[in-house]
């Protein structure tokens, strides 16, 4: 994989594409292009939007008028109850307070190891930095299916010697897994790589530490970096579900994903719906937020 | 940590420090080790992490395929008995071929739609932002809401389910989707698209804006028309990108889990039943680590196997 990022990269639009700006004016390419551009709006706007768009509605109707033939496209009388009995009644509400406190550590735990790592990896370079940096990325080479099962021995106990530690039930068994991210590490190291040395000289000439280095001159310019790391490990916690069924099998401990697979034919369609929208406010949330990071995160994957 | 770091004397350059360390030997390879130690410090949380949770259970899952393991008692080493137990399973064969076909299934859906989508997006002169921000965004709901979602609208109930009240309307009767040992695959399939093809056609669009407009301009005066242009400058540019997502998509596919797992919990019989849903099966259901670890062991073997041939057979083309 060729991993190409420069940090001056933008998601900007690039001058053309194959359809030529002066074969446009004339009026039947513009009819071509209109027809075109009319039919993939319909097509991805019911493709994408329309199962959306049907949860939405569907959590806010009655069981009654769920079940009309033919259904209605709006709720005759929005059922704004739902949700409340939702958030109240199924546990919505605590498990709402789980899922935001796993990803919120999760995503500390990422970006605090990505960060420390890369930074001694790009400046520090102590011995044996090199090799450690090709274990570290040779984890992403191993499938993931290999880890999944001894992973979860490892929560059960951890393998170190004399003790009896389990990480089951505990939010630890969630983080620390995820802080062993080798593609952070790769992305911060290489951002950092590409910030101009002649900053950090000089603040060593001025006598900085290491940290110093670290807090007012790195990360400073790291933001964009950062936030990219952010919202994916956000995302990628805030909607996490096998790892958690797995090692949170405490009922109160458990996040939304968990939950609603739980209620999945226990409770009334109408509730259930209203959960999943709950369920998939954080991850839209911060989807729409931080759109243009994601944008860029996937263009700084950069598979070219 | 204090100021003792690296700011012992000034360096000219990163990385130049060994041109500093004057004479190589005992006292210098000291100084040398000394000076490591901030470097170390700021390592060891990955370090630590890594063995305990990235490298510690590669060796775990190697060791576990050769152990009879409950997690309970100790681990009991029983040479190739896992193997032979997972092989007198009568479920092995049908879930390899169920993972297979949803691989092919996968592909043939979903491969060529993100390319279609990333195209078109980039040809439009307006909405671009909307439309990645709309292709993207089945791809951030939690997966669990997408396959229940999707669940009711499979539901075979004509006055539950979407797709059957869809069918209702023109007339036509209900379908069994899920409920079908022939139907409940490809509506998987069809999900697991919908779910995933935005986030694929992201990066092809990525790819399809680094392209530059010369080429275009060039095979314009050459005469080329818009298909022409397409064929022949924007699909070479992206060979490679669709050479990576190709491995990427298959090796993903190969792991299937959530879909069936929700939907079918590999049913109708064992229409659905794929490697990984035993590999749970073995492990959560029959406390049985060892063979679970084993069948994991092949899996990722053959996920391997495949991954460097396919590298290699398309070296030529990649670049």
Same mark, same amino acid.
């Given at each position: 994989?060729?991993?190409?990022?420069?940090?001056?990269?933008?998601?900007?639009?690039?001058?053309?594409?194959?359809?030529?700006?002066?074969?446009?004016?004339?009026?039947?390419?513009?009819?071509?292009?209109?027809?075109?551009?009319?039919?993939?709006?319909?097509?991805?706007?019911?493709?994408?939007?329309?199962?959306?768009?049907?949860?939405?509605?569907?959590?806010?109707?009655?069981?009654?008028?769920?079940?009309?033939?033919?259904?209605?496209?709006?709720?005759?009388?929005?059922?704004?109850?739902?949700?409340?009995?939702?958030?109240?009644?199924?546990?919505?509400?605590?498990?709402?307070?789980?899922?935001?406190?796993?990803?919120?550590?999760?995503?500390?735990?990422?970006?605090?190891?990505?960060?420390?790592?890369?930074?001694?990896?790009?400046?520090?370079?102590?011995?044996?930095?090199?090799?450690?940096?090709? @274990?570290?990325? #040779?984890?992403?080479?191993?499938? $993931?299916?290999?880890?999944?099962?001894? +992973?979860? !021995?490892? *929560? %059960?106990?951890?393998?170190?010697?004399?003790?009896?530690?389990?990480?089951?039930?505990?939010?630890?068994?969630?983080?620390?897994?995820?802080?062993?991210?080798?593609?952070?590490?790769?992305?911060?190291?290489?951002?950092?790589?590409?910030?101009?040395?002649?900053?950090?000289?000089?603040?060593?000439?001025?006598?900085?530490?290491?940290?110093?280095?670290?807090?007012?001159?790195?990360?400073?310019?790291?933001?964009?970096?950062?936030?990219?790391?952010?919202?994916?490990?956000?995302?990628?916690?805030?909607?996490?579900?096998?790892?958690?069924?797995?090692?949170?099998?405490?009922?109160?401990?458990?996040? @939304?994903?968990? #939950?609603?697979?739980?209620?999945? $034919?226990?409770?009334?369609?109408?509730? +259930?719906? !209203?959960? *999943? %929208?709950?369920?998939?406010?954080?991850?839209?949330?911060?989807?729409?937020?931080?759109?243009?990071?994601?944008?860029?995160?996937?263009?700084?994957?950069?598979?070219? | 940590?204090?100021?003792?770091?690296?700011?012992?004397?000034?360096?000219?350059?990163?990385?130049?420090?060994?041109?500093?360390?004057?004479?190589?030997?005992?006292?210098?390879?000291?100084?040398?080790?000394?000076?490591?130690?901030?470097?170390?410090?700021?390592?060891?949380?990955?370090?630590?992490?890594?063995?305990?949770?990235?490298?510690?259970?590669?060796?775990?899952?190697?060791?576990?395929?050769?152990?009879?393991?409950?997690?309970?008692?100790?681990?009991?080493?029983?040479?190739?008995?896992?193997?032979?137990?997972?092989?007198?399973?009568?479920?092995?064969?049908?879930?390899?071929?169920?993972?297979?076909?949803?691989?092919?299934?996968?592909?043939?859906?979903?491969?060529?739609?993100?390319?279609?989508?990333?195209?078109?997006?980039?040809?439009?002169?307006?909405?671009?932002?909307?439309?990645?921000?709309?292709?993207?965004?089945?791809?951030?709901?939690?997966?669990?809401?997408?396959?229940?979602?999707?669940?009711?609208?499979?539901?075979?109930?004509?006055?539950?389910?979407?797709?059957?009240?869809?069918?209702?309307?023109?007339?036509?009767?209900?379908?069994?989707?899920?409920?079908?040992?022939?139907?409940?695959?490809?509506?998987?399939?069809?999900?697991?698209?919908?779910?995933?093809?935005?986030?694929?056609?992201?990066?092809?669009?990525?790819?399809?804006?680094?392209?530059?407009?010369?080429?275009?301009?060039?095979?314009?005066?050459?005469?080329?028309?818009?298909?022409?242009?397409?064929?022949?400058?924007?699909?070479?540019?992206?060979?490679?990108?669709?050479?990576?997502?190709?491995?990427?998509?298959?090796?993903?596919?190969?792991?299937?889990?959530?879909?069936?797992?929700?939907?079918?919990?590999?049913?109708?019989?064992?229409?659905?039943?794929?490697?990984?849903?035993?590999?749970?099966?073995?492990?959560?259901?029959?406390?049985?680590?060892?063979?679970?670890?084993?069948?994991?062991?092949?899996?990722?073997?053959?996920?391997?196997?495949?991954?460097?041939?396919?590298?290699?057979?398309?070296?030529?083309?990649?670049?």
């Amino acid at each position: 994989m060729k991993l190409g990022f420069d940090p001056s990269d933008t998601a900007e639009a690039p001058p053309r594409g194959a359809m030529s700006p002066l074969a446009l004016r004339r009026p039947g390419a513009r009819l071509g292009y209109w027809t075109v551009f009319v039919l993939f709006t319909v097509a991805v706007v019911v493709a994408y939007i329309g199962p959306l768009y049907w949860l939405l509605v569907g959590a806010l109707k009655s069981p009654k008028e769920l079940a009309a033939t033919p259904p209605t496209l709006w709720p005759g009388d929005p059922q704004w109850g739902n949700y409340d009995f939702a958030w109240n009644n199924l546990d919505i509400a605590a498990s709402m307070t789980n899922t935001m406190f796993y990803a919120a550590g999760s995503v500390i735990v990422q970006v605090l190891v990505a960060v420390t790592a890369a930074f001694s990896l790009s400046y520090l370079r102590p011995m044996f930095s090199k090799p450690l940096f090709s @274990l570290i990325l #040779v984890t992403l080479f191993i499938p $993931g299916v290999i880890t999944f099962v001894p +992973l979860y !021995a490892t *929560m %059960v106990r951890l393998p170190l010697p004399g003790t009896e530690i389990t990480l089951i039930n505990s939010p630890l068994a969630l983080w620390l897994p995820a802080g062993a991210n080798a593609f952070n590490i790769f992305l911060v190291k290489r951002f950092f790589d590409r910030l101009p040395v002649e900053l950090i000289q000089s603040a060593q000439i001025d006598g900085a530490s290491s940290w110093q280095i670290l807090w007012h001159v790195v990360l400073p310019m790291s933001r964009p970096i950062l936030a990219v790391i952010s919202v994916f490990a956000f995302i990628g916690a805030s909607t996490d579900f096998l790892w958690s069924l797995l090692v949170l099998p405490d009922p109160g401990k458990q996040p @939304l994903s968990v #939950v609603v697979q739980r209620l999945e $034919g226990e409770v009334r369609l109408t509730y +259930l719906l !209203a959960a *999943m %929208v709950i369920a998939s406010i954080p991850p839209v949330l911060g989807f729409l937020f931080f759109q243009r990071h994601i944008i860029r995160g996937m263009a700084m994957v950069g598979l070219r | 940590m204090k100021a003792t770091l690296l700011g012992t004397r000034p360096r000219t350059a990163p990385g130049s420090r060994r041109a500093n360390d004057g004479p190589s030997g005992p006292p210098g390879r000291l100084l040398r080790v000394r000076r490591s130690v901030p470097g170390w410090c700021y390592l060891a949380p990955a370090i630590g992490l890594f063995a305990l949770f990235g490298w510690y259970p590669i060796f775990r899952g190697i060791q576990m395929a050769f152990q009879e393991d409950n997690l309970i008692d100790p681990p009991r080493w029983i040479g190739l008995e896992n193997f032979r137990h997972m092989l007198t399973d009568p479920l092995l064969a049908v879930a390899w071929r169920n993972t297979i076909m949803w691989t092919l299934l996968s592909l043939l859906f979903g491969f060529a739609i993100p390319i279609f989508v990333a195209l078109i997006i980039n040809e439009l002169r307006r909405g671009r932002g909307f439309f990645q921000m709309t292709v993207f965004l089945p791809s951030v709901l939690p997966p669990v809401v997408a396959v229940v979602l999707w669940k009711w609208f499979y539901d075979p109930d004509p006055d539950v389910g979407l797709f059957n009240q869809a069918l209702g309307l023109f007339g036509l009767p209900a379908m069994q989707w899920l409920d079908s040992a022939t139907m409940a695959m490809p509506s998987l399939v069809m999900q697991s698209v919908w779910a995933g093809s935005g986030g694929t056609a992201l990066f092809y669009l990525a790819a399809l804006q680094s392209i530059p407009g010369e080429l275009y301009e060039a095979a314009e005066v050459d005469g080329a028309g818009f298909f022409r242009r397409v064929w022949h400058v924007t699909f070479p540019q992206l060979r490679y990108v669709m050479l990576v997502l190709f491995i990427l998509d298959v090796v993903g596919s190969m792991q299937v889990f959530v879909q069936p797992y929700i939907m079918t919990g590999g049913g109708p019989g064992d229409a659905t039943t794929t490697v990984l849903l035993l590999i749970f099966r073995y492990a959560f259901q029959y406390n049985d680590f060892g063979t679970a670890a084993a069948l994991s062991l092949i899996l990722a073997v053959v996920l391997a196997v495949l991954s460097a041939v396919y590298l290699r057979l398309t070296r030529k083309w990649a670049t």
